[in-house]
Structures are given as C-alpha cells and as structure tokens.
C-alpha cells in the first residue's frame, strides 16, 4: 500500500514540476506590420482617365525610357482594360527601373498585386 501511495506522489510531483516548467516559458512577442502610407498609394503619374490619359503616359515613356511611374500607371490602366499581358509588361518594366526594397518598388508591387487580384 505505501508503495502504490509513494508512486502516486511520484506521479503527482512530477505533473507539478511539468506544469511549472510550462509556465516560466515566456510569452510570444506578438508582432505587427507597421502601416507604410507610401507602399499603399497608387502610382499616378499623371491625373485622369481614358484615351488621353494613355496618349500622354504612352509619350512620357517614349520620350524617357527610364520613367517608372508612367509605366507602372499605364500598367494599371491595362489590367483595368482587361490586357494583362501588356500590364505585366508595363509592371515588369517599371520594376526592372527600380531598385529592390525601395520605397517606389514596395509601392509598385503593392500595385501590381491588388490589379492581379482584381484581374480574377
């Protein structure tokens, strides 16, 4: 009978001692995104909508092969067409004209993904 008591204190200190290691464990940092204003603004390059609007984006690029902000914009404006090979094209384009992790690039991918996801 002592013996069947000796281990179910055996037993009874060794919950104990498990249960008081799992609570020195620390609690998990919880971790959240701070808002950055500049990835989620569009890109606009110039204001407007319809034909003139790409007229005068389409000369912006001609005349300047390293304007991002025309390109990402008429990227734009070819999803919203429904011509997701030239936005890719467009969005492609101006990526390659900027570097990785700056604030243009952040905001150009932040763009390129709400038109993919618009586009399905």
């Known amino acids: 009978m002592r013996r069947k008591y000796a281990w179910a204190a055996l037993a009874l200190l060794g919950g104990v001692w498990s249960f008081a290691q ?3 464990l620390p609690k998990p940092k919880e971790f959240y995104f701070d ?3 500049s990835t989620t603004k569009a890109v606009i390059a110039f204001q407007g909508q319809g034909d003139a609007v790409v007229e005068r984006l389409a000369a912006m690029v001609q005349r300047d092969a390293r304007a ?3 390109r990402a914009q008429l990227a734009s404006l070819a999803y ?3 011509r997701m090979q030239l936005g890719d094209e467009f969005y492609q384009g101006a990526l390659a004209l900027v570097s990785n992790g700056s604030p243009q690039y ?3 991918t932040w763009n ?3 038109d993919l ?3 399905d």
């Open 22 to 24: 799992v609570q020195s």
């Open 35 to 37: 808002e950055d204003r």
């Open 68 to 70: 991002v902000d025309p």
């Open 80 to 82: 919203a067409d429904g």
């Open 106 to 108: 952040r905001a150009i």
């Open 112 to 114: 390129y993904g709400w």
């Open 117 to 119: 996801l618009r586009a």
